[in-house]
């Protein structure tokens, strides 16, 4: 399984931006996005399965959107009215037949 993750940069409050993740080389059930902010414990942000089911932290819920492309093997996540607080290291995570893959993270920056 391969991950390619892209996206990230610098931002200002308020701001957007998009993360994409490809994967290939297998049967991806559920994908989705971590992050982890320094000095801070990794944390889910959002998850979205075959079916196009969605879940989401609270505390991204109504400015993130997850989302799959390219027949399933892309997720994306869809970043509005970015605050301080989003920034992090974000990861793409996918389930598939073998198990679960990591992407190698992208970084994200939200400040003034």
């Known amino acids: 399984v391969q991950l390619q993750a892209s996206g990230g940069g610098l931002v200002q409050p308020g701001g957007s931006l998009r993360l994409s993740c490809a994967a290939s080389g297998s049967i991806f059930s559920v994908m989705s996005w971590y992050r982890q902010a320094p000095g801070r414990q990794r944390e889910y942000v959002a998850a979205i399965n075959k079916r196009g089911d969605t879940n989401y932290v609270d505390s991204v819920k109504g400015r993130f959107t997850i989302s799959r492309e390219d027949n399933g093997n892309t997720v994306v996540l869809q970043m509005n009215s970015l605050e301080p607080e989003d920034t992090a290291v974000y990861y793409c995570?996918?389930?598939?037949?073998?198990?679960?893959?990591w992407g190698q993270g992208t970084q994200v920056t939200v400040s003034s």
């Open positions: 995570v996918v389930l598939h037949r073998e198990g679960s893959s």
